[in-house]
């Protein structure tokens, strides 16, 4: 992870507003690294946001026996685009601009490639799970973090502070 706490304008060039990739899903942890935009934005750094959802192509038999996966992925693009309805709403009412990514697939690899594509100054995502947790689950954040390329990856905590990994 990048040990960056406040990236300001020094870190780009042009003046350009910090943009940021946040990936979201349906936990509560996924918002946290909106309050670390909007602090960016408390702070006077101009921010710009793209919100990034990415829906997993079913592969389970038992599921796709009763639904195509053309209809699981439909179901998951609508459920992904009111997730980034409601999590932009902060962010909209502050006055940082929002854009909306929807894609199909391995998230980590998603994540990862769309920071690139997009020209992103970083990625966003909270602290990963403990160890321990992890073995239960799959932690996105801990993928992209040990699979990370030319975009940094700032970790947050519940306060959308960054902590250093």
Not at 9 to 35: F, K, Q, V, Y
Not at 125 to 141: E, H, I, N, T, W
Request: hydrophobic content about 45%.
């Amino acid at each position: 992870m990048s040990d960056m706490t406040n990236m300001n304008d020094s870190n780009r060039t042009g003046g350009a507003p910090l943009h940021l990739l946040i990936p979201m899903d349906a936990t509560e942890r996924s918002r946290w690294p909106i309050r670390y935009a909007l602090q960016q934005h408390r702070v006077g750094t101009p921010v710009r946001v793209s919100l990034l959802f990415v829906a997993v192509p079913p592969d389970e038999w038992r599921i796709l026996r009763y639904k195509s996966e053309d209809d699981l992925l439909r179901f998951q693009s609508a459920r992904g685009k009111l997730l980034m309805d409601d999590a932009a709403i902060d962010l909209q009412k502050a006055g940082i601009e929002v854009e909306y990514l929807m894609r199909e697939g391995d998230v980590a690899f998603n994540i990862l490639d769309m920071a690139e594509q997009c020209g992103c100054d970083a990625i966003v995502m909270p602290v990963p799970y403990p160890r321990l947790v992890k073995l239960l689950s799959v932690d996105v954040a801990r993928e992209v973090l040990r699979r990370q390329r030319s975009v940094p990856v700032i970790s947050v905590g519940s306060d959308g502070v960054p902590v250093a990994m």
